[in-house]
């Protein structure tokens, strides 16, 4: 309100005919100043509104992160309470809201620390938002002292807290061994001759030598065969004018291509098919 009195002011006198040229010229100075003074008001007061939105979404995030704490917090009492913390099937769970938290935890220790940077930087006065780093620092602090002792507490807990990764890496490790062990597959590919030679088949029924088929012998040589993950491979080259497959496969579950008069590969479109009848795999090339 003074600065328009004073912009009338000033206009008023140089309405005057009267005034000399020196007043005129201080008075020309003088609005100079107001409005140098104005633009520096203004600069100030955008860059102080850009400072509040971006410290209002680092406080609200950091109450989100509280939220979420709170709620990861309130599960693992909820089990505690419910005294199935020592169970196996909940301790991955346990273990997922513990890390979910460590992370909320780690997210607030850097936002807050960025406000206090940014705020001591700004060179504005922002005694409101002082305030409120302070009472949020004061909130993150005591939810992490909340945490501490949840964390005391589950240590606590017939070791389980303690012994929760170990015991689960156990088990992965377990897992993971059988897992391979069931997708262990074996195949053994080569000429009749080849494969009868190395004790993998023999040759049964026909007069006189004449009409025996090759059969996958009862004893067959395990050695002389190639173990696979039926997971990994798709494709086997044969290399073969044709290819007789002597163990059981369903037929839908693969291919045989190659050009003209020979057999170039065997294409497997469903391994867990292909490999349901039988873990062994024979093929005669001829």
């Known amino acids: 309100m003074k600065k328009l009195i004073y912009f009338s002011s000033v206009i008023l006198l140089i309405s005057c005919g009267d005034e000399n040229a020196e007043k005129i010229n201080q008075m020309t100075l003088a609005l100079e100043d107001l409005k140098t003074e104005n633009i520096k008001v ?6 102080k509104d850009s400072m509040i939105n971006a410290y209002a979404l680092y406080v609200n995030e950091i109450h989100q992160n509280l939220d979420l704490i709170t709620t990861e917090q309130g599960l693992i009492n909820t089990l505690r309470q419910k005294g199935e913390l020592g169970k196996m099937a909940t301790e991955s769970e346990v273990i997922d809201n513990i890390k979910t938290i460590s992370d909320l935890m780690a997210k607030n220790a850097s936002r807050v620390a960025r406000l206090k940077k940014d705020l001591k930087n700004a060179n504005i006065e922002m005694d409101e938002f002082e305030k ?13 002292q909340e945490i501490y002792r949840l964390e005391e507490e ?12 170990v015991v689960l890496d156990e088990k992965q490790e377990l897992i993971d061994q059988q897992v391979a062990e069931i997708n262990q597959v074996w195949y053994a590919i080569g000429s009749s001759k080849e494969l009868k030679n190395n004790g993998v088949i023999t040759k049964e029924g026909g007069l006189l030598g004449i ?12 050695d ?4 696979i ?18 163990t059981a496969h369903s037929s839908e579950s693969y291919t045989i291509e190659g050009s003209e008069g020979i057999a170039e590969k065997l294409i497997i479109k469903d391994e867990k098919d292909f490999w349901s009848a039988s873990k062994y795999l024979v093929i005669v090339l001829k």
């Open 42 to 47: 203004i600069n100030e007061s955008v860059k």
């Open 211 to 222: 009409g025996r088929t090759n059969k996958l012998k009862a004893d067959f040589n395990h």
């Open 154 to 165: 589950l240590a606590n807990i017939d070791g389980a807290y303690q012994e929760l990764f």
């Open 229 to 246: 993950n039926l997971t990994d491979v798709r494709e086997i080259v044969l290399g073969g004018k044709s290819a007789e497959m002597l």
């Open 132 to 144: 409120m780093i302070i009472t949020i620092t004061e909130e993150v602090a005591i939810k992490n």
């Open 224 to 227: 002389y065969f190639t173990e």
